[in-house]
């Protein structure tokens, strides 16, 4: 039986895990744990190791067993957890798209709003070609993972003449993009509010996405004239975004809340 934490983030959903009990089989259980129907469900598991020094360290491994750089939401969703279980009102939590700082700004227990430093995004515009749908324009942004970022204008989101779920699977996995890439929609609806719709890469469709919420929000500052504090709106409800300048640091605020606790198997 392995020890879990089931935490949420606007609906994008992580099991969390301690380090020594993956036993390297980290893809296996993410495949295994993350599967609605017949295990507990999440979008990805966020491993934690709690080194020597006193450092953190997450990896993260989506549903579909790949491991990915980071999530905002899923180190949100530990900071939280690591807010309930031990008291900490911040953390440095190391994560392979660098340092992640979150601060927890409310709290009531299992509900924390937390606001988390989610370093420098690097916005460049390109123009993509699929097969079937021609040239595709947008912009890489990168913030500790990669994120490719379209303009849509239509309510549904949708874009070339496809849903935005169709032309986001093509997108993640176009041969442009060896590694994959996570995939955001965005409808800028007034100078400082957007709305946008997320492809993950390793897993599809989520209602939201912390460094997705940081890339559309990047993109829409850097090629839209939009105002340096944002209010981007998922499916899963609104974040907040702040970056004062290109060269700064990008703030992310935005809720995380604890679920449950329990133990599963997993032979």
Same mark, same amino acid.
Request: charged letters at 20%; hydrophobic letters at 40%; a negative charge.
């Given at each position: 039986?392995?020890?879990?934490?089931?935490?949420?983030?606007?609906?994008?959903?992580?099991?969390?895990?301690?380090?020594?009990?993956?036993?390297?089989?980290?893809?296996?259980?993410?495949?295994?744990?993350?599967?609605?129907?017949?295990?507990?469900?999440?979008?990805?598991?966020?491993?934690?190791?709690?080194?020597?020094?006193?450092?953190?360290?997450?990896?993260?491994?989506?549903?579909?067993?790949?491991?990915?750089?980071?999530?905002?939401?899923?180190?949100?969703?530990?900071?939280?957890?690591?807010?309930?279980?031990?008291?900490?009102?911040?953390?440095?939590?190391?994560?392979?798209?660098?340092?992640?700082?979150?601060?927890?700004?409310?709290?009531?227990?299992?509900?924390?709003?937390?606001?988390?430093?989610?370093?420098?995004?690097?916005?460049?515009?390109?123009?993509?070609?699929?097969?079937?749908?021609?040239?595709?324009?947008?912009?890489?942004?990168?913030?500790?993972?990669?994120?490719?970022?379209?303009?849509?204008? !239509?309510?549904?989101?949708? /874009?070339?003449?496809? &849903?935005?779920? +169709? *032309?986001? %699977?093509?997108?993640? $996995?176009? =041969?442009?993009?060896?590694?994959?890439?996570?995939?955001?929609?965005?409808?800028?609806?007034?100078?400082?509010?957007?709305?946008?719709?997320?492809?993950?890469?390793?897993?599809?469709?989520?209602?939201?996405?912390?460094?997705?919420?940081?890339?559309? !929000?990047?993109?829409?500052? /850097?090629?839209?004239? &939009?105002?340096? +504090? *944002?209010? %981007?709106?998922?499916? $899963?409800? =609104?974040?907040?975004?702040?970056?004062?300048?290109?060269?700064?640091?990008?703030?992310?605020?935005?809720?995380?809340?604890?679920?449950?606790?329990?133990?599963?198997?997993?032979?």
């Amino acid at each position: 039986m392995i020890s879990f934490v089931k935490a949420h983030a606007c609906g994008n959903d992580f099991l969390i895990i301690e380090e020594p009990l993956a036993q390297r089989r980290h893809a296996e259980l993410a495949r295994k744990l993350c599967a609605r129907n017949t295990s507990v469900g999440a979008d990805g598991i966020e491993f934690l190791d709690r080194r020597a020094n006193g450092e953190f360290f997450l990896r993260l491994f989506n549903a579909d067993g790949s491991e990915a750089e980071l999530s905002g939401n899923g180190t949100r969703c530990v900071a939280a957890w690591l807010a309930t279980s031990e008291g900490r009102q911040e953390v440095a939590l190391g994560t392979h798209g660098g340092l992640r700082t979150c601060h927890v700004i409310e709290s009531n227990d299992p509900l924390y709003l937390i606001e988390s430093e989610m370093g420098v995004p690097r916005v460049m515009q390109r123009t993509i070609v699929l097969p079937g749908v021609g040239e595709v324009s947008g912009a890489m942004v990168n913030v500790g993972n990669p994120h490719f970022v379209l303009f849509v204008d !239509s309510e549904d989101f949708s /874009a070339h003449g496809l &849903s935005w779920q +169709e *032309l986001g %699977a093509q997108i993640s $996995g176009s =041969p442009a993009f060896p590694h994959g890439t996570n995939v955001e929609f965005v409808r800028v609806l007034s100078p400082s509010e957007i709305a946008f719709r997320i492809f993950e890469r390793g897993c599809g469709p989520t209602t939201s996405s912390g460094t997705g919420t940081c890339a559309s !929000s990047a993109a829409a500052m /850097a090629l839209r004239g &939009s105002e340096r +504090e *944002l209010t %981007a709106i998922a499916e $899963g409800g =609104p974040q907040r975004t702040v970056w004062s300048s290109n060269d700064a640091v990008m703030r992310l605020t935005g809720p995380a809340e604890i679920i449950c606790r329990g133990e599963v198997a997993a032979l």
